[in-house]
């Protein structure tokens, strides 16, 4: 399949996305959580009218750009490594964007409701005013410094090698004009948790590197299994000022800075190498949103 341009992930992918059409459901997943991630901003002191918003791999569909388009006023900007924006979920897109809580004005409604009848997604960002960048490298992208004002993603950066979420970071703080958010929220779980909840949230630390590598390392399911202190600590070390790092506890999902209050991941007698040093929040923390900035001045 290689020498056709294949591979199994891909072929995966398209079966999945393009024939199945299994990312309607993500479409609501992202309706459900995006008036979240719009209150943290606005807590955080972003002032949505007229702000850049840059989504880091936005997925298969164009619900990034309308919500962005309702909040700012402009579709903003989404690069995707893998993924690619097709037309089938276009209409699924403008009734979930519609459907959220989000600050909006009835011109920008309008203008939105009006994108379902667009003859394809090109179109359709052209008319909120975006840009779609795909097949991107995340650490060599076009776009200019100091041009974006808030970098988002969900889900993203647990999936990033080591290697590729430091050369992320970097360019990300090329990128973000002096004073903007970094607003990302990682999944700290093991994946095999969201298909079987008995398992373990946090059973992946307890797998050996070269074990892990060859049982979980293929795209389809491979996590980074970085600490939230090793995400903080890849933040600063790119130049970013902490604002503030929320954690979901389980088993209640709540949203705290204390992670304390929740249920550890896994007992600390089974972690192994460099995991056994991992602090007590660390191990209470099913997934974080990590809220930094650029300094200003710079």
Not at 82 to 91: F, H, K, P, Q
Not at 115 to 129: F, G, H, I, K
Not at 189 to 208: E, I
Not at 266 to 288: C, K, M, N, P
Request: charged fraction near 20%; aromatic fraction near 10%.
């Amino acid at each position: 399949m290689a020498a056709f341009g294949w591979t199994a992930p891909s072929f995966y992918r398209s079966l999945t996305r393009n024939r199945l059409g299994t990312q309607a459901t993500h479409v609501d997943k992202l309706a459900r959580v995006w008036p979240g991630y719009v209150q943290v901003w606005q807590d955080v002191g972003v002032t949505l009218d007229g702000t850049r918003v840059w989504v880091v791999d936005g997925g298969w569909t164009l619900f990034p750009f309308l919500a962005n388009y309702l909040t700012t006023g402009a579709g903003g900007v989404v690069t995707n490594r893998d993924a690619t924006v097709i037309d089938r979920y276009l209409a699924r897109s403008v009734g979930g964007a519609l459907a959220c809580d989000l600050p909006s004005t009835q011109e920008r409604r309008r203008t939105a409701e009006a994108v379902r009848w667009a003859l394809d997604v090109t179109s359709a960002v052209s008319s909120l005013e975006g840009e779609l960048l795909e097949g991107v490298d995340p650490g060599r992208l076009a776009l200019a410094s100091h041009s974006i004002d808030l970098c988002h993603s969900g889900g993203t950066l647990e999936h990033y090698r080591p290697q590729m979420l430091s050369a992320f970071l970097h360019e990300a703080f090329r990128i973000l004009k002096p004073g903007g958010v970094m607003s990302h929220v990682v999944d700290h779980r093991d994946h095999l948790h969201h298909a079987d909840p008995t398992w373990p949230y946090l059973r992946h630390l307890s797998f050996p590197d070269p074990i892990y590598t060859a049982v979980f390392g293929h795209p389809l399911l491979y996590h980074n299994r970085l600490l939230p202190a090793e995400i903080e600590a890849a933040f600063t070390a790119a130049g970013f000022e902490r604002i503030v790092v929320r954690r979901m506890v389980l088993p209640n999902r709540r949203w705290v800075e204390n992670p304390l209050v929740g249920s550890p991941g896994i007992e600390r007698s089974r972690l192994v190498g460099r995991f056994r040093a991992a602090t007590d929040e660390d191990l209470h923390t099913a997934a974080a949103h990590y809220l930094f900035r650029k300094p200003r001045g710079i």
